[in-house]
Nanobody
Framework: QVQLVESGGGLVRPGGSLRLTCKAS????????IGWYRQAPGKQRELVAS???????YYPNAMKGRFTISRDNSENSVYLQMSRLRPEDTAIYYC?????????????WGQGTLVTVSS
């Protein structure tokens, strides 16, 4: 079972940029999609972006424009480039995987990486 570990979070000023990394413990070639989610304090977890094989991104409407997801199978990693960050982007960011098209996302989540946008 491939495990995913998030990294790259930190404190950034409004308007700044940050790149998050989701590193897999094994080969991700056969994984259908990997997604980035976030959960802000007091709010439900929400999808930020996902990328399906071979490298087809999806963004919910509310996330279009400032986030870019990319997948590097050679590095067994998925990246989330975030730009023009706002205080409301403050959240714990998690990655998860979907092994098959229209299949479920993993039930278990990792520890995530905290992004704080503040001056």
């Amino acid at each position: 079972q491939v495990q995913l570990v998030e990294s790259g979070g930190g404190l950034v000023r409004p308007g700044g940029s940050l790149r998050l990394t989701c590193k897999a413990s094994g080969n991700i070639d056969s994984i259908w999609a990997i997604g980035w989610y976030r959960q802000a304090p007091g709010k439900q977890r929400e999808l930020v972006a996902s990328v399906a094989r071979p490298n087809n991104p999806y963004y919910p409407n509310a996330m279009k424009g400032r986030f870019t997801i990319s997948r590097d199978n050679s590095e067994n990693s998925v990246y989330l480039q975030m730009s023009r960050l706002r205080p409301e982007d403050t959240a714990i960011y998690y990655c998860n995987k979907q092994n098959q098209p229209r299949g479920p996302w993993d039930a278990e989540w990792g520890q995530g990486t905290l992004v704080t946008v503040s001056s």
